[in-house]
């Protein structure tokens, strides 16, 4: 199957830095998303990775590694409304859907 | 463009009723998808259309659920007869075209709470 496989929770301070995982199999992978979903929101688009390395976008950065399956994204000077669900998604050679992961539920504490 | 409109926000509903769903895409995106969420389940594709046709239905939990898109502007998912299993959110979500890259980014709309009592 295409498993997505991610962290179920993890916390941070404010201020901090704080690094969400992904793995998948690497099996007809033809790129990843990450969104953000607040509590009762939408998910939204956050980054796209298809090349190996980093995608940087002011305090979120995305990395990505093809050949072992892995993805990170990296919130830097963590902010209370970071507090959300973090959505790692993949799109597989031959397919028009995306698969996505269960989710990283983020909490950031004063 | 105001985005995915999905409308009601909110349903709730006794068991063995009808629910409508309904989904205007963004204008020029050739996909829909739509998809329920739950807590244990995740996020879940139920079904997608691609230019108004439904390309792979797979995911509908049972007969129960069906889907229409008769025009580029309008989706609905109806649930009938409804159980309170069916209690989720329901996201509409649609993409400009699946040409690769970036035009794979799916933009979602608000969702659909629905709550069967």
């Known amino acids: 199957g295409q498993n997505i496989d991610q962290p179920t929770e993890m916390t941070a301070t404010e201020g901090a830095i704080v690094q969400i995982n992904c793995t998948y199999q690497?099996?007809?992978?033809?790129?990843l998303f990450w969104y953000q979903q607040h509590a009762g929101e939408a998910p939204t688009f956050l980054s796209y990775?298809?090349?190996?390395g980093l995608e940087e976008k002011g305090r979120f950065s995305s990395f990505l590694s093809r050949s072992k399956g892995y993805s990170y994204l990296l919130l830097k000077e963590l902010q209370m409304k970071d507090s959300a669900s973090y959505l790692c998604?993949?799109?597989?050679?031959?397919?028009?859907?995306?698969?996505f992961g269960k989710g990283t539920m983020l909490l950031v504490s004063p | 463009d105001a985005g995915v409109i999905q409308s009601p926000r909110h349903e709730v509903t006794e068991m063995g009723q009808e629910v409508t769903l309904r989904c205007k895409p963004i204008s020029g995106h050739d996909y829909l998808f739509w998809y329920r969420q739950t807590m244990m389940r995740g996020l879940e594709l139920l079904i997608y259309f691609n230019n108004n046709v439904p390309i792979d239905d797979s995911g509908m939990p049972e007969d129960r659920f069906s889907a229409k898109m008769p025009n580029a502007s309008f989706s609905t998912l109806k649930i009938q007869p409804s159980e309170p299993r069916d209690s989720a959110v329901y996201f509409c979500?649609?993409?400009?075209?699946?040409?690769?890259?970036?035009?794979?980014?799916?933009?979602f709309g608000p969702g659909t709470r629905l709550t069967v009592l």
């Open positions: 690497t099996s007809g992978f033809n790129g």
């Open positions: 990775n298809v090349l190996d």
């Open positions: 998604a993949v799109r597989f050679s031959g397919y028009s859907t995306l698969t």
């Open positions: 979500a649609t993409n400009p075209g699946t040409s690769g890259g970036m035009l794979d980014t799916q933009y």
